[in-house]
């Protein structure tokens, strides 16, 4: 329970400077996500904007992984947009107090440990999926209000600042890192837009950022079964695509800065933030892979940053909104391209002919399923299954067995490989029972009896040599397997006559060993 005491771990060094600088660089980038993420799900800007500064300021103080930051997402979006359109906001506060509880219960229940079932493909996949999204998602800001491609001046303009943002970002920490290169291309950008009257689309042009500090509302709506049986499907989804996305943004930033985080202590924060967004009037979130990566490459490491960035929103919200809606919007989607660039991992490709091909398989479906369903939950869950489906497959081919005869007339069969659901065809296949002497061991040595289907294939290959009157003789039994025969006694009959607690013959008095 101390861990998740123990709020404010500023046990490393930290550079304010940075932390400072990176937090307002995250803060301007967080403005336009979260309103478009509102958008997405049919809620206000606000909606989106006091979910981000709720679950930045939540997670950066109680969170597992410092330097990571969370927010309105469009992951959670997706999920809750058929919510909102049919039940109002209200249901919608409510989904997300009830995710943020199953996620605390989650962390408690110290389930953050399954995200070692993630194969590193599937994280390839992921993370080159949402680099793909956060993409093409830039895409639209080339595109009018009517949904057409900007065209002539207008598009000249726009992808020329564009073009300034991203050699900015790319140039300059080649000379200087002192200041944050992507706040120094929002300064610069916002500079010359505004002093020079460039005609370009602002943040403002999207919607009114003004607001007040996120009003405490619980929500209306009746307390009921009936509404529960609403709100839990939706609520139990956001609650997993929040934690998968989380846990694997904090595996991501693990990788870049070399450090390890704690997953358990990050679904607890997470569930926390989620809570109490949905009581601040919020529409709820996770963690955001284009904004921790922001973060990150900007040399931030601690908490600060992600504070600094979610009180600088707030202010923004309360006091600075009319500054912040002139910031042009082609500083901030170059900035968000070269994020994506920087999150697509290039040296997959690279390693496309060295990798096995199922793992290139796994790889790419996940991507696919990451970019065209915008289900990032679905996309893990798929590679997972199919990894572990390739690795039973890979397991079951590996089963084999050495056959001899001894001086005294006995067959042995040496087995090699798990045996488990998988291979138990293969395994049966290996004995010939009517042409076999009447003595025969089977020797697992050098395999496992991995579950019942293994046990049930023992069952059956001994049922087949009783039945001809011959014995059989298992050896070499780990322990482990020995007390999954005990434990299915009462389930299947073992046919192993010799050894009375077991009815498995395991190295006893005889001249076989």
């Given amino acids: 329970m101390k861990k998740y005491l123990n709020l404010f771990d500023f046990s490393q060094k930290v550079n304010y400077r940075t ?10 980038a967080l403005v336009p996500e979260a309103i478009a993420f509102a958008f997405i799900a049919g809620l206000s800007p606000l909606t989106g904007l006091y979910a981000a500064f709720v679950m930045g300021l939540v997670t950066s103080i109680l969170g597992g992984r410092p330097g990571m930051i969370s927010g309105a997402t469009g992951a959670v979006a997706v999920v809750i947009v058929s919510l909102a359109k049919q039940y109002g906001v209200e249901y919608i506060f409510a989904t997300v107090i009830l995710a943020g509880l199953l996620q605390v219960a989650a962390g408690f229940l110290r389930l953050g440990k399954l995200m070692r079932l993630v194969p590193h493909p599937v994280i390839f996949g992921f993370v080159n999926g949402l680099a793909i999204i956060i993409f093409l998602s830039q895409m639209d800001q080339f595109k009018g209000e009517d949904g057409t491609w900007l065209s002539g001046a207008t598009l000249y303009i726009f992808l020329g600042l564009v073009i ?10 080649k000379l200087s890192k002192v200041v944050p290169a992507s706040l120094v291309a929002i300064l610069l950008v916002f500079g010359i837009v505004f002093f020079f009257d460039v005609d370009t689309r602002t943040i403002g042009d999207i919607a009114s950022i003004q607001g007040s500090f996120p009003p405490f509302h619980v929500p209306d709506l009746p307390f009921t079964l009936e509404t529960l049986q609403i709100i839990f499907p939706y609520a139990a989804i956001v609650a997993g695509v929040g934690l998968i996305e989380s846990l694997l943004t904090l595996n991501i930033v693990d990788e870049i800065t070399e450090t390890r985080g704690r997953g358990n202590k990050e679904a607890v924060a997470q569930g926390t933030a989620n809570i109490l967004s949905g009581l601040f009037s919020g529409m709820g979130g996770c963690a955001m892979i284009g904004q921790s990566l922001i973060n990150t490459s900007n040399g931030a490491r601690a908490r600060l940053s992600g504070i600094v960035a979610s009180l ?16 042009p919007m082609a500083a901030l989607t170059g900035l968000m391209i070269m994020v994506a660039l920087g999150t697509f991992e ?7 002919r060295r990798m096995p091909k199922s793992d290139v398989l796994v790889m790419v479906l996940v991507t696919l399923v990451t970019v065209f369903l915008h289900n990032l939950a679905l996309a893990v869950l798929v590679g997972v299954v199919i990894s572990a489906l390739v690795f039973a497959w ?23 490989g798990p045996l488990f659901f998988g291979s138990t065809t293969l395994f049966s296949e290996k004995f010939d029972v009517l042409n076999d002497p009447e003595e025969v061991v ?14 049930e294939a023992v069952n059956k290959i001994t049922e087949r040599y009783k039945k001809v009157g011959k014995h059989v003789h298992l050896k070499h039994l780990s322990r482990d397997c020995r007390r999954l025969l005990k434990n299915a006694d009462d389930i ?10 077991y009815k498995v013959a395991v190295d006893k008095i005889w001249p076989y060993k």
Avoid: C
């Avoid at 943002?165 to 790319?170: A, F, K, P, R, V």
């Avoid at 600088?312 to 910031?327: D, Q, Y």
């Fill in 19 to 28: 932390e400072v600088l990176s937090g307002l660089t995250v803060a301007l």
């Fill in 164 to 173: 300034l943002t991203m050699l900015i970002i790319w140039g300059l920490p």
């Fill in 312 to 327: 600088m929103l707030l202010a923004f919200i309360m006091f600075g909104s009319s500054l912040i809606e002139k910031v």
């Fill in 346 to 352: 290039w040296a997959s490709l690279r390693t496309f």
């Fill in 394 to 416: 890979d397991n079951a081919i590996r089963i084999r067995a050495r056959k001899h005869v001894d001086e005294h007339g006995v067959k042995h069969y040496e087995i090699y």
């Fill in 442 to 455: 089977i020797d697992f040595q050098e395999s496992r009896l991995v579950d019942m289907s293994a046990i």
């Fill in 492 to 501: 299947i009959e073992v046919n192993v006559m010799e050894d009375p607690t």
